[in-house]
């Protein structure tokens, strides 16, 4: 079951897991403004709107930090996907995004496993995935069970005039992130 909330409201989460401190400790760099991770990912820049921008950071047992930015795309658009190896820890820093979560069995696979991505692509399903909105501070985690979809912008409609359609994107920045990948066995 995916874990989606404000980074403050995982203390007991973290309570549980001792041996994830390293990660609390990271994530909590993450959002630091003086601290150098935090410059870091804030720092993070694509060259035009349409780049992807990743550095990749060993935090040691097995543990990867991949610092990020994309741009946004429609959610028609979405890449779902999961893992059988790693948790993803997803840390928004900067800026802010869409996400749509759902359970493995109501997708279906587009491609088989490839486990040296340790990754598995789904086709949209047919039931409406439960969608989240990420800003700064907001942390979701994804267990092998959660497929899930990032970087995605939804239209919106006006309050005022029901002819009036907004993309979201006018009002979201592409995120600067944190993804942080964790073994199962942190988990067994």
Same mark, same amino acid.
């Given at each position: 079951?995916?874990?989606?909330? @404000?980074? +403050?409201?995982? /203390?007991?989460?973290?309570?549980?897991?001792?041996?994830?401190?390293?990660?609390?400790?990271?994530? *909590?760099?993450?959002?630091?403004?003086?601290?150098?991770?935090?410059?870091? %990912?804030?720092? &993070?820049?694509?060259? *035009?709107? #349409?780049? +992807?921008?990743?550095?990749?950071?060993?935090?040691?047992? #097995? %543990? +990867?930090? %991949?610092?990020?930015?994309?741009?946004?795309?429609? $959610?028609?658009?979405? =890449?779902?996907?999961? $893992?059988?190896?790693?948790? @993803?820890?997803? &840390?928004?820093?900067?800026?802010? /995004?869409? =996400?749509?979560?759902?359970?493995?069995? @109501?997708?279906?696979?587009?491609?088989?496993?490839?486990?040296?991505? @340790?990754?598995?692509?789904?086709?949209?399903?047919?039931?409406?995935?439960?969608?989240?909105?990420?800003?700064?501070?907001? &942390?979701?985690?994804?267990?092998?069970?959660?497929? $899930?979809?990032?970087?995605?912008?939804?239209?919106? !409609?006006?309050?005022? #005039?029901? !002819?009036?359609?907004? #993309?979201?994107?006018?009002?979201?920045?592409?995120?600067?992130?944190?993804?942080?990948?964790?073994? %199962? /066995?942190? =988990?067994?």
């Amino acid at each position: 079951m995916a874990l989606v909330g @404000d980074f +403050r409201q995982f /203390e007991s989460f973290f309570a549980l897991y001792p041996s994830l401190m390293e990660v609390k400790n990271y994530l *909590t760099q993450a959002l630091t403004i003086d601290s150098a991770v935090y410059k870091r %990912i804030n720092a &993070l820049a694509g060259t *035009t709107e #349409n780049t +992807r921008v990743e550095f990749t950071y060993e935090l040691g047992g #097995n %543990i +990867r930090a %991949i610092e990020q930015t994309y741009p946004l795309k429609s $959610h028609t658009e979405a =890449f779902y996907e999961s $893992h059988k190896k790693f948790v @993803d820890f997803q &840390l928004c820093v900067e800026g802010a /995004e869409y =996400f749509e979560v759902g359970y493995i069995k @109501d997708f279906t696979p587009l491609t088989p496993y490839n486990e040296s991505k @340790d990754l598995t692509i789904y086709a949209k399903p047919i039931t409406p995935p439960h969608r989240f909105f990420f800003h700064s501070g907001i &942390l979701g985690i994804f267990f092998p069970q959660d497929v $899930h979809a990032g970087g995605l912008t939804y239209p919106i !409609q006006s309050h005022t #005039n029901a !002819q009036d359609t907004t #993309n979201i994107t006018d009002l979201l920045t592409q995120p600067k992130k944190v993804v942080l990948k964790i073994p %199962i /066995e942190y =988990f067994a």
